[in-house]
């Protein structure tokens, strides 16, 4: 499944993505309206590849991400509405996003307004990858427990990454 990565430059870069994935560094100059569109049209030259994942990586904490400009928080996630139509899956991985009522309400928030199901973790996050001479592989696993949030308000898990 071909994969948008948003990275924000602040986290270091030292993985390798997966061949499928393309990574948007965004740095902290960055506004969120301008990663939107660039991620729309990144959207736009794959909509035909079939499903289309978002990944974000970056710091966060309950109910934060600190990614770009002002970051996300439940306040401003409307700015990625633009980005309804296209992804099928969204997953989060930054510190603690997911916990307790903030961070739940914030990945349930932004399941509805990119009409897709938003996993998030609600412990610290790292590299889990294996080194490379590279880099460290991004295997796309999250470190301890995490929830999925559907767009209908549901909450699944805690679940685990094998």
Known sequence: MPTLTWKDSRV????????????MLVSPTTPIAE???????WCEEHKESGSLNLMIYCHGSPAYLQIGKEGLMSWNLSKLAALKP???TVSIHACLVAKGQSGRAFCSAMALVLYAPVD?????QRNTGPETVYGWLDDRKYDGDYYRHDPSGARTGPLRSL
């Open 12 to 23: 270091i870069a030292k993985d390798v993505a997966p061949w499928d994935t393309t990574v």
């Open 35 to 41: 990663m939107v569109l660039d991620s729309k049209s």
């Open 86 to 88: 296209y992804f099928d």
């Open 120 to 124: 998030g973790a609600i412990e610290k």
